[in-house]
């Protein structure tokens, strides 16, 4: 059998009825949103949206408050069960120092995450990531960073930092 042939009857005789490859789209859909979230968590190219920011600065909390929270009673059980079972406290030990490792790696994806798409949002204001530094002066700099990037439009069309996200042209 030719592997190039297509194997439904209705790829064969042109039936314009029956919906065609529809496990092969999936799996591309798939892997380009894969791709996509991928370049929208860890890029710093390109411009991001005002509901892109918020959504990073609303959300992104809220779910690692709950997965750190779940892994943390996990972690509080399995060290219970497992120094009940044993009179050494070495699993528990190695469970805690495990749930550090897993806290500090979400923290810094966390704070990586943060510094992506705030540079991105500064890009689409059409100004440096180096403005993400003004953070630095207390109080003020994240005033400026709420105010800049959470609640002024960007900037109309494409710009030095890519298209407009929003589709938007100027007229």
């Not at 009857?9 to 979230?37: C, D, F």
């Amino acid at each position: 059998m030719d592997l190039r042939e297509p194997q439904d009857y209705s790829l064969k005789h042109n039936n314009p009825y029956q919906v065609t490859e529809i496990n092969e789209m999936n799996r591309a859909s798939a892997g380009w949103s894969a791709q996509k979230l991928g370049r929208y968590l860890f890029s710093f190219d390109g411009r991001a949206t005002i509901g892109q920011w918020w959504l990073l600065h609303l959300g992104l909390p809220v779910a690692l408050f709950l997965i750190l929270g779940a892994g943390g009673i996990l972690f509080q059980f399995l060290g219970t069960a497992l120094s009940d079972l044993t009179d050494s406290p070495t699993p528990a030990k190695v469970l805690e120092v495990a749930g550090v490792i897993i806290i500090a790696t979400c923290v810094l994806l966390y704070i990586w995450i943060n510094l992506s798409v705030t540079v991105r949002r500064f890009h689409d204001r059409d100004k440096s990531g180096g403005w993400i530094f003004i953070g630095a002066i207390p109080y003020i700099g994240g005033f400026w960073i709420l105010i800049e990037c959470g609640f002024l439009p960007g900037t109309m069309g494409p710009n030095s930092y890519g298209p407009d996200p929003m589709k938007r042209t100027v007229n």
